[in-house]
């Protein structure tokens, strides 16, 4: 394959080591019926263990230099297609049917790994599973439990049941990163397990509570929703919420708990 140094602005850090490639493709749990769609397939080193373990590859790639040397790679291979774009601009019902199954799997880029994983959870056509590599911080904060929790972590679990596989340091990269990396195992919810009214009103809910996260709750909810301290710990209590908590420790139920009376609330501006 061409040789092609790695650009910047596109956080490519391209994957070496043989055996994080093979944990990647054993958490993924591929078999010869699957469909997996591989975000930023770079070099292809990941891509040759996936078209060697699966039934079927779309490889999207954004770096038109690349393209070339997957398209070499796809010429002794039957089941690989190549498709290049930007994968946050493609519509996945443009390349995926949507009466078919799929997998995620990729070495995402660190700049754009949250925005490409929430665009796949939120779609209505939804893989069965994501595994991809993730900077470790952004891993450990999917995973978070109550008390450490954040925006990102409620949305994630919210749509799936996150789960770090592997730790990875830098030196499994070319060229290496400055941070440490993770193998991330997604398994997406058929439905939600709380009780969601509406995903854009749960989500203004959640982010409206995150306003302040330092403050605590009531005045939190109270700027980010533009409602009056006393309405917000009205609907505080009346979802079993002590207001005087930070939002960072709630439960994904409780973020439930509370969008649901909200809801009831009626009030004009949520």
Same mark, same amino acid.
Request: charged share 20%.
């Given at each position: 394959?061409?040789?092609?140094?790695?650009?910047?602005?596109?956080?490519?850090?391209?994957?070496?080591?043989?055996?994080?490639?093979?944990?990647?493709?054993?958490?993924? #749990?591929?078999?010869?019926?699957?469909?997996?769609?591989?975000?930023?397939?770079?070099?292809?080193?990941? /891509?040759?263990?996936?078209?060697?373990?699966?039934?079927?590859?779309?490889?999207?790639?954004?770096?038109?230099?690349?393209?070339?040397?997957?398209?070499?790679? $796809?010429?002794?291979?039957?089941?690989?297609?190549?498709?290049?774009?930007?994968?946050?601009?493609?519509?996945?019902? &443009?390349?995926? !049917?949507?009466?078919?199954?799929?997998?995620?799997?990729?070495?995402?880029?660190?700049?754009?790994?949250?925005?490409?994983?929430?665009?796949?959870?939120?779609?209505?056509?939804?893989? /069965? %599973?994501? /595994?991809?590599?993730?900077?470790?911080?952004?891993?450990? #904060?999917?995973?978070?439990?109550?008390? #450490?929790?954040?925006?990102?972590?409620?949305?994630?679990?919210?749509?799936?049941?996150?789960?770090?596989?592997?730790?990875?340091?830098?030196?499994?990269?070319?060229?290496?990163?400055?941070? $440490?990396?993770?193998?991330?195992?997604?398994?997406?919810?058929?439905?939600?397990?709380?009780?969601?009214?509406?995903?854009?009103?749960?989500?203004?809910?959640?982010?409206?509570?995150?306003?302040?996260?330092?403050? #605590?709750?009531?005045?939190?909810? &109270?700027?980010?929703?533009?409602?009056?301290?006393?309405?917000?710990?009205?609907?505080?209590?009346?979802?079993?919420?002590?207001? %005087?908590?930070?939002?960072? /420790?709630? !439960?994904?139920?409780?973020?439930?708990?509370?969008?649901?009376?909200?809801?009831?609330?009626?009030?004009?501006?949520?």
């Amino acid at each position: 394959m061409v040789r092609y140094s790695s650009k910047k602005s596109l956080g490519q850090h391209f994957l070496y080591d043989n055996k994080i490639r093979a944990a990647i493709v054993k958490s993924a #749990q591929l078999s010869s019926d699957d469909l997996v769609l591989e975000v930023g397939p770079g070099k292809g080193f990941l /891509t040759k263990e996936l078209i060697n373990n699966s039934g079927e590859v779309i490889a999207v790639e954004i770096d038109e230099r690349l393209i070339q040397g997957l398209e070499n790679l $796809s010429l002794n291979s039957k089941n690989l297609k190549i498709i290049s774009g930007d994968i946050l601009e493609i519509e996945i019902n &443009s390349i995926i !049917s949507e009466d078919i199954n799929y997998k995620v799997v990729a070495n995402l880029p660190y700049y754009a790994a949250s925005k490409i994983i929430r665009k796949f959870l939120e779609v209505a056509h939804k893989p /069965t %599973s994501l /595994t991809v590599m993730v900077q470790l911080e952004v891993a450990n #904060q999917m995973v978070a439990s109550p008390g #450490q929790m954040g925006i990102l972590s409620v949305a994630i679990q919210l749509y799936g049941n996150p789960k770090i596989v592997k730790k990875v340091s830098a030196s499994s990269f070319k060229p290496k990163p400055k941070v $440490s990396s993770a193998v991330m195992n997604i398994q997406v919810h058929k439905e939600f397990q709380v009780d969601v009214l509406s995903e854009d009103h749960f989500f203004k809910v959640v982010r409206g509570g995150f306003f302040s996260p330092r403050k #605590q709750l009531r005045n939190s909810l &109270s700027k980010g929703l533009n409602i009056s301290p006393v309405q917000a710990k009205k609907c505080l209590e009346d979802s079993n919420i002590a207001p %005087s908590r930070r939002p960072q /420790t709630l !439960s994904l139920k409780e973020w439930s708990r509370l969008h649901v009376n909200l809801m009831g609330c009626n009030f004009d501006n949520i």
